[in-house]
DNA sequence: GACAAAGTTGACCAGTGGTCCATATATTAA
DNA sequence: TTAATATATGGACCACTGGTCAACTTTGTC
């Protein structure tokens, strides 16, 4: 089983992947059709559709490119952001990276939710964003380790839900992570105390 | 001049609302489309965009209906809610009753993000949803008042975000709005701490 | 070179939000 | 009542969307 993609196959992939992202860095999200993405790939819109499945998969794809390099870091690099620091402080770390890595892509972000929010076809029984489910897991996880005797999953989902609103996304659209890395900073502070700082 | 609504337009106005309302109720957001609703109504497609001018409008005002009755008690009902207590629990009470108000509006919040999502003319330059505006500014003043040391827009943003986050959106949906208050009064609790209690 | 598996394609589909204007109706003044 | 005018109406129409599919082409393998 398992043949590997053909190399034709392959180079579409990769001319599809960066004329969408081209595109997105020149024009909105809604401007940015499945069908021009294909025009400007210089192949059939088909082809798009078998490659990724959809609009919204595609948008996918572009994501987790952009993020494999915070998640290598987040599960082997050095501390504060790797393994080995206090709760407290990785979660800090993680916040801020995360600030820092959707100010570099903003645009991108938009383009994935707006591709969620139009889709036709939903997509197979709750299919949720691997990404956010994966960073939900590490924040939620080291808020319940500082401090166990609250509601870690759903305050992880206000942190990360911060992302996602619009006037702070056009903040990180125009480049300006610090106001919101700062916001984190001072909420950890607030939620965790000293308490996670060392060895929680 | 301003000479009021005439007859017919009044009753049609108030036809579309209330089938939008009953759609909206039976259906998802993304099936209950202008072409629909008008079709309950009883009136064309038209008259639907000549009311409301657009998707996004008849949203809106059916979302601004039913939050004149909490607008009213923050303004000039009694405390903990109305003016009067100090700010940190004003802030507890109207956060706790805007997740009781999206509990039993989850679908329609649903529906207005989609229309906002989906619209194809931008409504006139960054007409932003009035709703919004004031409960930020509301939220963002009483954390002033208690910590004027944090950058209280901000984090205002990021506790009325919330109710747009998908996962905790479809717990609301679903009608169950005591996870996010009890969320909220940890944020509160540990952000405000007692700063806030005792007329800040 | 033959052959199957994999990939490509663009016409096509059902549907959308929004526009337009000839037509119908409510209101007011005479 | 009627005539005049401002307003309201409806639905064909537009440009466009994400997504499908059956006929066709290319690739890799033996």
């Known amino acids: 089983m398992e043949r590997r993609e053909r190399a034709d196959a392959a180079r579409n992939r990769r001319?599809?992947?960066?004329?969408?992202?081209?595109?997105?860095?020149?024009?909105?999200p809604e401007q940015v059709s499945v069908e021009r993405v294909a025009a400007a790939a210089?192949?059939?819109k088909g082809t798009v559709f078998h490659r990724f499945g959809s609009r919204t998969g595609l948008m996918r794809e572009l994501m987790a490119e952009r993020v494999r390099e915070l998640e290598q870091a987040v599960a082997e690099g050095p501390p504060p952001l790797g393994p080995g620091a206090a709760p407290a402080d990785r979660l800090a770390a993680?916040?801020?990276?995360?600030?820092?890595l959707a100010?570099?892509?903003?645009?991108?972000i938009a383009a994935h939710e707006h591709a969620v929010a139009t889709r036709k076809a939903p997509e197979q029984p709750?299919?949720?964003?691997?990404i956010y489910l994966s960073w939900h897991r590490h924040v939620s996880g080291l808020i319940a380790q500082a401090r166990p005797d609250v509601d870690a999953e759903e305050i992880a989902h206000m942190l990360l839900g911060t992302l996602h609103m619009e006037p702070i996304a056009a903040?990180?659209?125009?480049?300006?992570p610090e106001r919101l890395?700062?916001?984190?900073a001072t909420l950890v502070r607030a939620l965790l105390g000293e308490e996670g700082r060392s060895d929680g």
């Open 15 to 28: 001319a599809i992947l960066r004329a969408a992202e081209e595109l997105l860095r020149m024009h909105p």
């Open 42 to 44: 210089g192949v059939g």
């Open 94 to 100: 993680f916040l801020d990276a995360v600030a820092r």
């Open 103 to 108: 100010a570099r892509n903003g645009n991108l």
């Open 126 to 130: 709750r299919q949720e964003n691997p």
């Open 171 to 176: 903040q990180l659209r125009a480049g300006r």
């Open 181 to 184: 890395a700062a916001a984190f």
